[in-house]
């Protein structure tokens, strides 16, 4: 059974940083790819982050590049989104997800078959 869970969301100050943390089961993170996207208030979900097996293979949002960077860490079976130089633009409940595929093509929330509960990040002074 295929489940994901994130944590680490929570305020943050602009200029600040958070970890988030998607926790897998039911299959093994380091043969897929695992998606970050985010939903703010009143906007579509939008793909902030992928990464895939292949080591280099990354993809990040245009307004994100520079600040976030997407981990995995194998042997724990876990994605990371570590989130630098916040902003209040990127206050968001912040979901992870994955289609089980090898790649990071797919870029539209309804091509993920998967998802995790979603944690909100508030970026505010």
């Known amino acids: 059974q295929v489940q994901l869970v994130e944590s680490g969301g929570g305020l943050v100050q602009p200029g600040g940083s958070l970890r988030l943390s998607c926790a897998a089961s039911?299959?093994?993170?380091?043969?897929?790819?695992i998606a970050w996207f985010r939903q703010a208030p009143g906007k579509e979900r939008e793909r902030v982050s992928c990464?895939?097996?292949?080591?280099?293979?990354?993809s990040y949002l245009d307004s994100v590049k520079g600040r976030f960077a997407i981990l995995r860490d194998n042997p724990k079976n876990t994605v990371y989104l570590q989130m630098n130089s916040l902003k209040p633009e990127d206050t968001a409940v912040y979901y992870c997800?994955?289609?089980?595929?090898?790649?990071?093509?797919?870029?539209?929330?309804?091509?993920?078959?998967?998802w995790g509960q979603g944690t909100q990040v508030t970026v505010s002074s």
């Open positions: 997800a994955t289609d089980l595929g090898s790649h990071c093509g797919r870029v539209h929330d309804y091509q993920y078959d998967y």
């Open positions: 990464t895939t097996w292949r080591d280099g293979d990354t």
């Open positions: 039911g299959f093994n993170v380091a043969n897929y790819a």
